[in-house]
């Protein structure tokens, strides 16, 4: 957890100490009253003296604005490098302060998801915001649920998975419905298909989404090459404009969604210190703490920057979670939530940062050495475009 590291107490008698102790940089600060039972005075801010002036100068006559000059009794802040670091701080002291509400008080809401319901005899997949923890096969995050809609239309037409919302009870006698009619599903309401087979079509759709469509395509780009071997050119034809089909699908696909298990990367952010980035490991679409790349003092080390970022990088990918007592502390700081609530507020963080407008800050995703799964293959980070990101974000363009 981020802790606001620094406090100040406030004494309205030396009120000009106090403000003048303050920064004029972005923070994340809370106003503790007087009364105990009183609930702090948590927000973020870009200016933390203007905005801490406001609330604590002598106010005004016939002023409404708020002022908590009477009540306050001590503040605590954490500078801020980011809005992301900024956005990460403000949820998790909101989280220990206000456990019931503090998801209003962020307007933090889960993004949207493709879901193929394993659970289901006949699976199907659908848009949803909520994570279950039900076996489900979930992809994302997608920036609106209309664009998870539009894909999800777009590449469920390259497939025979069923989309009605009936209960599939395999009645030779049922009419079907528009997609039975039209061959664009395998039809289990009318036993149009045994289970075996619906199980393997439903495998195609969770091994396309896993991969990115690259499944689908390397399927069909072999059975094109294996077409034009035979000199049949117009099976090979056919096969060539279901690949153009599939290329114009998966431009509709944003970078981020992944499947949710496997949506590792590293975003880099500008730190509050100077000549530091703060490098945001993200684990099955969790958002870790930081750790920072001090500059300044990583010269005078005898280690390259690459090989600490190795270290931090690859060491904790298949390690254990830390079970020591310092850990527990730790944890013990936020209150308990369901670990599906706990990946749905992060993944909520991480598409506000990645799809907003402007987006500070830089992402990498790591490529895997063997397979589609960064759990079961070696996973490598493109050390060489981090730093160079890092150097970015240390020297901005003008």
Known sequence: MLALDCALAFDPS????????????????????????????????????????????????????????EFAARVRYRLTGSLFEQNL???????????????????????????????NEYPRCYV???????????????PSRRVAEAFSNEFLN?????????????????????YSE????????????????????????AHFLASSGASLQSEWVCEREAASQVLDFERAAAVHRKLEKLAEVLRGLPELPRKLDELDAVVLQPAAAENTVAVFAVRGGRICD?????????????????????????????????????AREKSATLPRARPEETLADHLALLTRWFYGNPRLGEIFSPQCSGGTSSASAGTLWPYRRILRACSRLLAPET
């Open 14 to 69: 030396r009120e000009d100490e106090f403000f003048s102790a303050l920064s004029s940089r972005p923070a994340v600060f809370v106003i503790e009253l007087h009364q105990p039972e009183a609930e702090p005075y948590l927000v973020r801010t870009a200016d933390m003296r203007r905005r801490l002036e406001r609330l604590l100068r002598a106010p005004e006559t016939l002023s409404k604005r708020l002022n908590l000059r």
């Open 128 to 142: 949803t915001r909520r994570i279950l923890a039900d076996g489900g096969f979930y992809f994302g995050p997608f």
């Open 89 to 119: 701080v403000l949820y998790q002291q909101a989280r220990q302060l206000f456990p019931r509400r503090y998801r209003d008080l962020l307007r933090l809401r889960p993004p949207a998801l493709l879901k193929v319901n394993l659970s």
């Open 182 to 205: 039209m061959k664009m599903c395998l039809a289990p309401c009318f036993a149009g298909c045994s289970q075996s087979e619906y199980e393997v079509e439903t495998a195609r759709v």
């Open 290 to 326: 930081p750790f920072f790349l001090r500059f300044d003092e990583l010269s005078s080390k005898p280690r390259s920057v690459e090989a600490i970022l190795r270290e931090h990088l690859e060491a904790s990918a298949g390690s254990p979670p830390d079970t020591s007592s310092s």
């Open 158 to 178: 390259l497939f025979k998975l069923r989309r009605c919302q009936i209960k599939i009870r395999r009645d030779p006698s049922f009419p079907g419905c528009i």
